[in-house]
């Protein structure tokens, strides 16, 4: 455990220089300034974490938890981070609304680009049939409900749409441990193929064994559905799932300044084979004590998986 530094906006942004030149993605310091900017209560007093992928050149991802009820879509267009007219604002706004101030908005960025994508937080696990019922969802995404019930998939926590990719998404808590057949049902809904032995080991050892984080990625507004995830959230020490370089270079680099750190992947899948590994790490903001308010369902120490260096990063 380390001394927790407070938010800086000037160490963050050497931070996210040298985090964008390790893993070489782009990074437009402009764009960041202006988006630490119009959110210096958010980056202060929330949670701050980094986010890439292991897809070659892919984007230096950074997000903020909050803490609070905000308009986070307000205020990115206020400061001209997002068009008012985008087609996404009505479905996000539904949901942010549905439960009130119990719902708390997060944002991604793109080091280079900057807003990304907006989530809320819905205070708590919800029912998806309510989730799917808010004003704005199209009838495309409300017809997945039978499925999502026949899989399990009942109780929401977060939801999220992507401004780039004009997606939607939920995220569900499962209540069981990952099997062979289990994940490959659910890696059926976006027409994807079961992982190896190898990669499903991976995932058995790091996902909790009562139940993980599944993502389901849609279209807006037809409704395909274009990618499923599954997270293992905070690893153990020192241990880690296979990564490819791209990510264990992330992992060395990617400075954490939070009180604990909070080293996360998810897998996902998409259509025949169209693959990849996503790769969180904490930066600030206590993190991991944010998380244990939402009772997200983190990593057990438990397996025999490990591919890690003394300091408890990927080699």
């Known amino acids: 455990m380390t001394t927790p530094l407070a938010f800086s906006p000037d160490l963050f942004l050497r931070?996210?220089?040298?985090t964008?030149?390790?893993i070489g993605a782009a990074y437009s310091e402009p764009v960041t300034r202006a988006v630490l900017d119009a959110y210096p209560d958010s980056f202060r007093d929330g949670a701050v974490l980094w986010r890439t992928t292991d897809t070659p050149g892919g984007p230096l991802n950074y997000r903020f938890y909050e803490r609070?009820?905000?308009d986070s879509v307000g205020t990115a267009i206020h400061a001209g981070l997002l068009d008012p007219g985008h087609t996404l604002i009505d479905l996000i706004a539904s949901w942010s609304a549905l439960y009130g101030d119990a719902s708390t908005e997060l944002c991604d960025f793109d080091a280079a680009h900057g807003l990304a994508k907006t989530w809320v937080y819905?205070?708590?696990m919800r029912p998806v049939d309510q989730v799917l019922g808010a004003s704005h969802v199209p009838q495309a995404l409300r017809l997945h409900e039978p499925r999502f019930r026949a899989l399990g998939l009942t109780s929401v926590r977060h939801v999220a749409v992507d401004y780039h990719?004009?997606?939607?998404?939920l995220y569900f808590r499962t209540s069981c441990k990952i099997t062979?057949?289990?994940a490959e049902e659910l890696i059926a809904l976006a027409g994807g193929n079961p992982p190896e032995p190898t990669l499903f080991d991976d995932m058995a050892t790091f996902t909790p064994p009562d139940g993980h984080t599944f993502s389901v990625t849609m279209s807006v507004p037809d409704g395909q559905i274009h990618r499923v995830g599954f997270y293992a959230l905070k690893l153990p020490a020192n241990r880690f799932?296979?990564?490819d370089e791209r990510l264990a270079t992330f992992f060395r680099s990617a400075p954490s300044r939070d009180e604990e750190?909070?080293?996360a992947i998810a897998w996902s899948f998409g259509p025949g084979g169209n693959d990849y590994t996503k790769a969180e790490r904490s930066y600030s903001g206590r993190l991991v004590e944010l998380m244990k308010t939402w009772n997200s369902p983190m990593t057990a120490a438990r397996g025999s998986a490990q591919h890690s260096t003394v300091d408890g990063r990927p080699s």
Not at 15 to 18: F, P, S
């Open 165 to 169: 990719g004009g997606t939607a998404n």
């Open 261 to 263: 750190e909070m080293n």
């Open 180 to 182: 062979p057949d289990k």
């Open 68 to 70: 609070r009820p905000t």
């Open 15 to 18: 931070d996210i220089r040298t």
């Open 20 to 22: 964008a030149d390790a």
């Open 122 to 124: 819905l205070g708590g």
């Open 241 to 243: 799932p296979t990564v």
